[in-house]
């Protein structure tokens, strides 16, 4: 266990419909990251929060939205949904304090745009 | 051209056996490179570092060649215990971008 929850673990949304994600990242970790993961494809770097302010982003339309709390819980939110944002979305925490590469993820959130 | 890129494979190899993956990485200011394995339906996690020394760890081996921007996981005596997806991940400033993946098979 690495101490990253993330729900719900499955959805199924319709296109144009929104949806957000939510993560738990692990105790004292301030550090957390979302990736999206397609059927057979590697996962690609969503955004990274540190401290509650977005500090890194990958290609991603702006529908792509996120969160950090105070707690250093986290929140995906997706607009417009697309067939193509089907996935596995994961939720990777780490300390801010030493980037040694070891994220540690979630199980993540399955997600099924129809 | 992805930053990051892998034979998908899949590999079957017997058990015993030795295999090898190849990772190649474009951006040559990348600082840090790892091997991450992918379970079925799991999430990622470390399986190890790679540095330029190369690094071992039991039966796996990782080599990386900076020159060629190229860096390597070698198995020995798999075990069918082996069987995942083997990501290949490049930390780029502060954040890591992975690889397709190469997806291994043990068989007995």
Redesign the interface.
Known sequence: ETGVTQSPTHLIKTRGQQVTLRCSSQSGHNTVSWYQQALGQGPQFIFQYYREEENGRGNFPPRFSGLQFPNYSSELNVNALELDDSALYLCASRSGTENTGELFFGEGSRLTVL | RKE?EQD?GPFNVPEGATVAFNCTYSNSASQ?F?WYRQDCR?????LM?VYSSGNEDGRFTAQLNRASQYISLLIRDSKLSDSATY?C?V?N?????????TRLQVFP
Not at chain 2, 42 to 46: M, R
Not at chain 2, 93 to 101: A, Q, V, W, Y
């Open positions: 990051v998908p840090s790892f799991k999430e990622p996690k470390l570092s990501l991940v930390r400033t502060d954040k890591l971008i992975f690889g397709t993946g």
